[in-house]
């Protein structure tokens, strides 16, 4: 059934006939979706990833940029950029899923990349570090003490016929 689609898309596109063309190529048949699907198409020939990063770059970062310099609160502090964050992410899936591209994607993280550099690199981050070493030492000696201990109590019992039917 995909086989005769593409080929009946691919006639209708030989034709210059876009819109059913559009509707397969598209994640969904909603109206923003069938917007973008079209405008990849007709000024991007069907380079879905170049639409992609123009499309992020105009819809998603646009929107989380303004938002980020009008919030005026720390930065560093997951509560206050948790909804922003969110919706940026929500932004790029939905996109991403318009133009059938597989989300997240190689693009996708590098725009994620791009903004934890511009808006969290000097974020204090909490280095975690080794627990002391009686801990460490208690937390590795008390499974090596019990094998012994639970394989003598198995073989107890099945010495005294406790253990068999």
């Avoid at 940029?65 to 899936?93: F, K, P, R």
């Avoid at 133009?99 to 997240?104: E, G, V």
Wanted: net charge negative; proline share 6%.
């Amino acid at each position: 059934m995909k086989l005769v689609l593409a080929f009946i898309c691919f006639a209708l596109l030989v034709l210059n006939i876009p819109p059913f063309c559009v509707l397969v190529a598209c994640g969904n048949s909603s109206h923003h979706c069938l917007d973008m699907c079209q405008i990849c198409d007709q000024h991007f020939n069907g380079n879905r990833m170049d639409c992609l990063s123009i499309l992020l770059d105009s819809l998603c970062l646009t929107n989380f940029h303004s938002a980020m310099e009008q919030s005026n609160s720390d930065w560093c502090v997951w509560a206050n950029v948790s909804g922003l964050y969110s919706n940026l992410s929500i932004c790029t899936e939905e996109i991403s899923d318009c133009l059938m591209i597989p989300w997240p994607n190689a693009l996708v993280e590098q725009k994620f990349l791009d903004i934890h550099s511009d808006y969290f690199q000097d974020c204090p981050s909490e280095e975690l570090s080794d627990p002391p070493p009686a801990i460490v030492f208690a937390l590795v000696i008390t499974p090596i003490c019990l094998i012994p201990v639970m394989v003598s109590l198995v073989v107890l019992k099945t010495k005294n016929g406790d253990g068999s039917q």
